[in-house]
């Protein structure tokens, strides 16, 4: 399974993170603690990977602490870098750097956002890189990887072979449970951004 951490201060602003190491806000931890009593009501978890970011490490912490695992950590895992981005609210980014924010919008695949920003196509490289380096380890195994939107909106991507051009129509929930199948021949589509162990929605945003 594949879990987005919970939520930010910087998602309740709408302000991009990247590689920011923000925390977990005080719902966020509520989330991750809902989470872990979800997860430990259903099937056997077998190991925790998470992105070093510390918001995807919170998350994934409180979950190995009810489940009785230690999470691993792994860079494959982090959010988009987004360069010149971080830090700044989506209207900034608008008002700051306009052409930059219209190739995100259109998903220019090969657009880096500036001052170091990773383009969709690493991005995905590296995710399915990552993907297939973890799973390969725990063949007949369940694991969960904990990380970030962009992460799960290529994961999402790879399971139902929608093209990075594609505009998102699925949603990334903080804390939701997406369920996937690998195997080394393919990706699939289990389940996608179960909420029941949350008692109100929260925000879809990067």
Excluded: C
Excluded at 47 to 65: E, F, M, N
Excluded at 102 to 111: G, N, Q, S, V, Y
Excluded at 136 to 151: M, N, S, Y
Excluded at 165 to 193: D, H, K, M
């Amino acid at each position: 399974m594949a879990i987005r951490h919970g939520e930010t201060a910087w998602n309740v602003d709408t302000r991009i993170q990247g590689h920011i190491d923000i925390p977990l806000n005080q719902h966020g931890q509520l989330q991750a603690e809902r989470l872990a009593e979800a997860l430990a009501a259903q099937d056997r978890l077998h190991a925790i990977y998470t992105s070093d970011l510390q918001r995807a490490h919170q998350t994934a912490a409180t979950v190995g602490k009810r489940l009785g695992l230690t999470p691993v950590t792994h860079q494959g895992l982090r959010e988009r870098g987004f360069g010149a981005f971080e830090g700044k609210t989506f209207k900034e980014i608008e008002a700051d750097l306009p052409e930059d924010a219209m190739r995100w919008r259109k998903r220019d695949p090969h657009w880096e956002p500036p001052e170091g920003g990773e383009s969709l196509i690493t991005l995905d490289q590296r995710i399915r890189n990552t993907l297939n380096t973890l799973a390969a380890k725990h063949p007949g195994e369940h694991i969960a990887v904990f990380a970030h939107g962009g992460v799960m909106d290529i994961l999402y991507r790879i399971a139902t072979g929608q093209d990075l051009l594609a505009p998102r129509t699925w949603a990334l929930t903080n804390t939701a449970i997406n369920r996937l199948l690998w195997t080394p021949e393919s990706v699939s589509l289990v389940g996608w951004a179960d909420t029941s162990h949350l008692d109100e929605t929260t925000r879809d945003e990067y």
